[in-house]
């Protein structure tokens, strides 16, 4: 036993190391940073203990900046949600045969870069772009519409990247469901609709909500998406983020907004936890 | 008298804070079957583990010929064992598998393949060195196993369930097999099982373990006719067990009534527990018994009937070929060597 | 009866058409990566002058080196640690191990941009060069879990008594690893370092904070050029880069199948076990 152990530890080591020092440390030295202030000189970071950094995210600027961005990962989870969800649903319901292939369709652009992806959609959304001149065609509308660089079409690139997140969760746990459940209840005289409210949909509850989770997190964060398809115009956390990082040189700020973002992921991953007792998330891995 | 071989002393075992090991003391000797006996969790696999190696004793001794061992690595003792889903390596061959022990000592290859090949034939697999194993069927993965752990020429072989996975059938051959090797090779084995009649028709020596303690060490014929206490008597065998109180040396008395009995040591009016297996009763008529009773169930067993007879104290089980039909009145019959008396013990 | 059929379809037109959306995109850049004009209207011609132009674009080259070569050195990098971690995690009885085990996937589960500039902050303290080092730690950062993750399940498919075996035949524990445990998790390994060399060939977020002045990857080199505007030449990289996720994809599941492989018996048996599934 006792050597077993040693030998264990051995080769437990490098984990250990690279874990402490690069993900364990770094964080850690995130949440020092949040606390001190930003040197006089403009550049650099003095280590003085201030609150200063979390009152200034209450400045309305920034508040309605955290506002912006709850309202747009809100937005985005509530559409995957009536997307997504029958997406998953209708996907565990598929033949066999179907259902490899729809899951194998689904799983891909999680391997295509999430970039090029929405490189496709401002080919599509601009002025000249495929969209406009279908809608022009068709005389639904007379001239093109400006879709590109605007919030609707942020929410696009963020409904579009994080769909198959929802659509996987729902599904695996759709999949995982015992249909003579349903079954039954149709049997004991349940119509299809009470069924579904009382049996199926209580029973995909664990997918729907880490579905949700998936998407919400990422949407607090993905700066990118407001970057290319925004065009800078909406600022979201994670630009103001990126831009205190790389402009702004205010890294304690920085630091600051990361840690109010990190706390309201960690809530939420709680809540789920709570809500579903479970440690794992459907649908990853 | 054969020699000691490996010798537990006092074994304790805490995992967390459950003990699974209070205090195994045990012998066991050179060439010799020793099978130890009991219900899952009762720690008899710990115990075969410790001997193995793949745990360590959180108290008490382990010696292998007088030399203490148990700190030894698994991988360091003159032991080798056979698991209970065989534990085959899923990448390598059948010869491959058997030869991965002499492979690491560095054994030379001629050498063996030539042990391998008469491994081979000892559990019938002759031929079969190129077959990948996950494709065997479950008894030959099984004979895979055995020769595996063999042809490293242990001095003891450790078995742990090995015919669980097994099918009724194939099981009752292996157990034929399994004896035949142990003494063809005539080394020990120490095997593990729940089953009681597997015990029973195997070994030399069955130890039956309850609760991390041993209940009882004995021959197969001891153990099923001699129950030390309620537990062995009511896990090997079907018995009707009965409070009473022994008289003085040769009279029992129980159900009211004072019998003949072969026992004897135990102080006078003790409180006893007795054992009267069913198939030593005998219906017969009400008036040639003391106890008598009501047939109250019958079921053809192939065999015998078992008949439930419910007398003015209990429901006794009994095996016989004689029929009886429910509602008969009828008289239990049994000799003096028919009642074993044990020590009352606590709960069980 | 035919209601239900009708409800099927309509269930499955409405699976089409998202699928369609989804890969509308994608498509619309694959197909005008070969068109001739630059407009983005119409088709007007096949043509293959984005890529040549791509191809003689030195800094786009060197873009794809670097991503190349950062995507193998994490991935063979996170391999290694993140194996021998998954084995020995598994083997101790560590009360800790809990936590290392949770910090170690917490990079899965931390928004990247987060993890970026935390990176990018630690670093700067560190005094590390930003550069090719800075991004092979970041990457590994981010790869490390994927490698573990896939190996602990395999892992946990294992039978234990298989390295205990080895040992009782006389392994040493290290000799355990190296012929038993090794051999059996190959697979999850390969799997893991394809998905871990996906992300890391995808990642902008991270990157953009550690990659220093000097040195650009593939998918910032995409960033900062969609940013500008569009051009078919991002259309001919960004089909180049597809080409090469959907060849890492291949590989992974010919990994993945030939596992499943094994269990497969047991899985059709659930199948069989299922009723029709309608509702």
Known sequence: MRRRNRAGMWMVLPLTIFTLIFVAAPLLYMVFLSFASQSSSGFGVEWKFTLENYKRILDPVY??????????????????????????????????????AAVL???????????????????????????????LRLHLIDKPLKILYSYPAILIGMVYVLLPFMALSVYSSAEKLDWSLAEAARDLGAGR???????????????????????????MGLFFIADILGGNKIVLVGSLIQEQMTRGNNWPFAAALAMVLLVVTSLLLGLYKKLTNSDVLEGIG | MKNKLIELRNLTKNFDDQQVLKGISLDIYENEFLTLLGPSGCGKTTTLRIIAGFEEPSDGQVLFNGIEISKVPPYKREVNTVFQKYALFPHLNVADNIAFGLNLKKVEKSVISQKVERMLKMVGLSGFENRDVTLLSGGQQQRVAIARALVNEPKVLLLDEPLGALDAKIRKQMQLELKKIQREVGITFVYVT???????????????????EIQQIGTPTDIYNEPENRFVASFIGESNIIEGHMIRDYLVEFDDFQFECVDKGFEDNEEVEVVLRPEDLDIVEPEHAKITGVVRDITFKGVHYEIMIETEKRMY???????????KKIGLLFGPEDIHVMCKMGAY | MKQMRANTKLQNAYLAFLFFLMYLPVAIVILFSFNESKLYVSFSGFSLVWYEKLFRDSAMMEALKNSLILGILSCAVSAVIGTLGAVSLSALKLRSKGVLEYIAILPLMVPEIILGMVLMAFFYMLKLPFGMLTLLIGHTVFCVPYILVEVKASLALMDPSLTEAARDLGASSWRAFLDITLPLVMPAVASGSLLAFAMSMDDVVISIFINGPRISTLPIKVYTQIKTGVTPEINALCTIMLAVSLTALAVFSIFRSHKKEENRDEEQIDRASEPDQEL
Request: aromatic content about 16%; glycine content about 8%.
């Open chain 1, 63 to 100: 508040r309605n900046t955290f506002y912006g961005s709850l309202r747009l990962a809100f937005s985005t989870t509530a559409l995957n949600i009536l997307l997504g969800y029958p997406f998953g649903y209708f996907m565990a319901k598929l033949s066999a045969k179907k259902k490899k």
């Open chain 1, 105 to 135: 369709f689904l799983m891909l652009p999680f391997w295509l870069n999430s970039l090029i992806r929405l490189y496709g959609w401002i080919i599509l959304l601009q002025k000249k772009g495929l969209v406009n001149e279908v809608l």
């Open chain 1, 193 to 219: 609709c009470y069924a579904f409210f009382t049996i199926i949909f209580p029973l995909t509850l664990p997918g729907l909500f880490s579905g949700i989770i998936l998407t919400f997190i990422p949407s």
């Open chain 2, 194 to 212: 729940h089953d009681q009649e597997e015990a029973l028709s195997m070994s030399d020596a069955v130890v039956v373990m309850n609760n991390g």
């Open chain 2, 317 to 327: 089980n009994v095996h016989t070929t004689d029929y009886a039909p429910v509602g």
